[in-house]
């Protein structure tokens, strides 16, 4: 079944340590984004990438970084310089093609905890 | 004002009741229009696109209304299992950056017995 793949599910950060998140799609999806949730709030976007090797910056991409090297992937990588990580992350990709109403999927999301 | 504005709620009602949530967004060149669905603790999941000529799914109704810029989502006959919350979103649109959705803070739903 195609879909989209985000692990871990969970994941727990030391102070000053860098964690990477996956994310994974086989939709043949063109774009793809990270967003964060936190409790209660809506979704922020950090990063998107409309094209393999070439990403935007969201609206809080500080102390993120991300790569799009395959079509199929968009790792996000959570920094030291993050101060404030612990969040529910959420991928999402979509279709960019003609006839595409550009709707969303998401992954099922990782939970990252600073510990 | 913020680009897509919802009711925050909760809605609380009883089952087999309908219910009506609403939407208003800012960018009168926006052309695509859903309604998601999160559950607690889960990623959001496309409940249905919203066209011009409104549409229906089943109990689920939504209405465009580019004049107002206004996008409603009517329930009938709610389940328990309707309880989520309901995130208005919006294409932006915006030349070089027309492929970002703009996300509504959502509306809580709570069916109860």
């Known amino acids: 079944d195609g879909g989209i793949t985000q692990s871990p599910k969970y994941l727990f950060r030391k102070e000053g340590q860098n964690v990477t998140l996956s994310c994974e799609q086989n939709?043949?999806?063109?774009?793809m984004y990270w967003y964060r949730q936190d409790p209660g709030q809506g979704l922020r976007l950090i990063y998107y990438?409309?094209?393999?090797?070439?990403?935007q910056k969201g609206d809080i991409a500080e102390g993120y970084s991300v790569s799009r090297e395959k079509k199929e992937s968009f790792p996000l990588t959570v920094t030291s310089a993050q101060k404030n990580p612990t969040a529910f992350y959420l991928c999402?990709?979509?279709?960019?093609?003609?006839?595409?109403?550009?709707?969303?999927?998401f992954g099922s999301g990782t939970r990252l905890t600073v510990v | 004002r913020k680009e897509v504005e919802q009711d925050p709620g909760p809605f609380n009602v009883p089952e087999g009741a309908t219910v009506a949530f609403n939407c208003t967004y800012s960018?009168?060149?926006?052309?695509?229009f859903f309604w998601y669905r999160q559950d607690c603790r889960k990623e959001p999941k496309l409940l249905m696109s919203?066209?011009?000529?409104?549409n229906e799914d089943g109990r689920f109704t939504a209405q465009l209304n580019r004049a107002s810029q206004y996008i409603s989502l009517l329930i009938r006959d709610s389940k328990l299992s309707d309880s989520a919350t309901y995130l208005c979103?919006?294409?932006?649109?915006?030349?070089?950056?027309?492929?970002?959705?703009?996300w509504g803070l959502g509306t809580s739903l709570a069916v109860n017995p």
């Open positions: 960018n009168s060149a926006s052309q695509s």
């Open positions: 919203v066209y011009s000529s409104g």
């Open positions: 990438s409309q094209i393999v090797n070439d990403f």
């Open positions: 999402a990709s979509t279709s960019l093609g003609q006839g595409s109403n550009y709707g969303y999927t």
């Open positions: 939709l043949n999806h063109d774009a």
């Open positions: 979103v919006v294409n932006s649109n915006n030349a070089g950056n027309n492929r970002k959705l703009i």
